[in-house]
Structures are given as structure tokens and as C-alpha cells.
């Protein structure tokens, strides 16, 4: 019973701790979305919703008042979802490094195997990743899990399409 216990509780950990950033790292990849990101990580927050089909990737104002922040979002998001159609994933690349889980199989789809989708938001925008490829699937999941580590607090994992109230910017 003790056994079990032990394994019960690695796992719990190990789970737990999937999307724990190393500090240093976290620190790393704010200074480098910088380069990439208009709007501030501080302000905002990254909602990754993984789906059958793929995810959804939110971004939101902290407070949705913050138009500017609202407009940076928007307009990043379209910028970038133009990107991810050509197959062009350059920013991720400068963020997290090209060794990030999921990115390789991502920058080698045939175009269209992805469909990446832009809508407005409360707050901000989101992209949705659509694809029928069960491979493509997982590496979508695996960019998504690598986000959530790297982003640490200004990040957080979604539960069901369009997210909780937690994924909600503030008035």
C-alpha cells in the first residue's frame, strides 16, 4: 500500500510540475517575447485550451479597459496567424528556441493541414488550431504544454472551449 501511495504521489508531482517553468528560463523567454510580442506578458494573459481537434490559444487583457493593450493583442494575432498559414513560425522560434516540443511538425505541415482561425474576444483574441492529422494533433498539444511552462505565471491552461471565467479580463 505504502508503494502505491509513493507512485500515486510521483505522479501527482511530476503532473503538477509539467508546467513549472525554470525561473531563469521563464526569465529568458519574457526578455526574448519582447522582441516578438508588442503587448506586455505583465498585462496580459496566455489561455492555452487544447481540443480533440487541436486548441485554442487566448490572449487576454488583465483588464479589459486597457484598450491599448486590447489593440496590441488583436493586432498581434492577426499578424501572426497570417504567419502560421505560410508555415512561418519564426516567432515561437525566437521565443522558446527551435528545439520547442511540437515545432518542428508544425513548420514541416503541408500547407493547410493546419487551419488556424482569428476571432475577437472580451479583451483580447484568440487563434484556433484545427487539423484532422492525429500527429499533428499531439504536437499541436506539446507547443501548447511547452507555452504553459515558459510563460509561467503569465500563462494558464484552459478547460473547455472558450475557457472559465477565469480566462476573463478584468473591468
Known amino acids: 500500500m505504502t508503494k502505491r501511495i509513493a507512485v500515486l504521489l510521483t505522479m501527482l508531482a511530476l503532473q503538477l510540475g509539467a508546467h513549472a517553468a525554470d525561473p531563469q528560463r521563464e526569465a529568458?523567454?519574457?526578455?526574448?517575447?519582447?522582441?516578438?510580442?508588442?503587448?506586455?506578458?505583465?498585462?496580459?494573459?496566455?489561455?492555452?485550451t487544447k481540443t480533440a481537434d487541436g486548441g485554442v490559444q487566448r490572449v487576454v487583457a488583465k483588464?479589459?479597459?486597457?484598450?491599448?493593450?486590447?489593440?496590441?493583442?488583436r493586432q498581434h494575432l492577426h499578424e501572426i496567424r497570417?504567419?502560421?498559414?505560410?508555415?512561418?513560425?519564426?516567432?515561437?522560434?525566437?521565443?522558446?528556441?527551435?528545439?520547442?516540443?511540437?515545432?518542428?511538425?508544425?513548420?514541416?505541415?503541408?500547407?493547410?493541414?493546419?487551419?488556424v482561425a482569428y476571432r475577437d474576444v472580451k479583451g483580447g483574441a484568440e487563434l484556433s488550431f484545427r487539423?484532422?492529422?492525429?500527429?499533428?494533433?499531439?504536437?499541436?498539444?506539446?507547443?501548447?504544454?511547452a507555452q504553459l511552462s515558459?510563460?509561467?505565471?503569465d500563462a494558464?491552461?484552459?478547460?473547455?472551449?472558450h475557457g472559465h471565467d477565469k480566462t476573463r479580463p478584468q473591468n
Open 28 to 48: 529568458e523567454v519574457a526578455q526574448r517575447g519582447a522582441d516578438v510580442m508588442p503587448f506586455s506578458l505583465e498585462v496580459t494573459r496566455h489561455v492555452f
Open 150 to 153: 515558459d510563460h509561467g505565471a
Open 156 to 161: 494558464m491552461s484552459g478547460h473547455g472551449h
Open 131 to 145: 487539423t484532422g492529422d492525429p500527429k499533428l494533433v499531439s504536437a499541436i498539444h506539446r507547443w501548447f504544454d
Open 82 to 115: 497570417a504567419q502560421f498559414l505560410r508555415g512561418d513560425f519564426s516567432g515561437p522560434s525566437h521565443i522558446h528556441g527551435n528545439e520547442m516540443p511540437g515545432l518542428a511538425e508544425l513548420k514541416a505541415a503541408k500547407p493547410g493541414a493546419v487551419a
Open 63 to 73: 483588464r479589459a479597459s486597457d484598450t491599448q493593450q486590447v489593440q496590441l493583442v
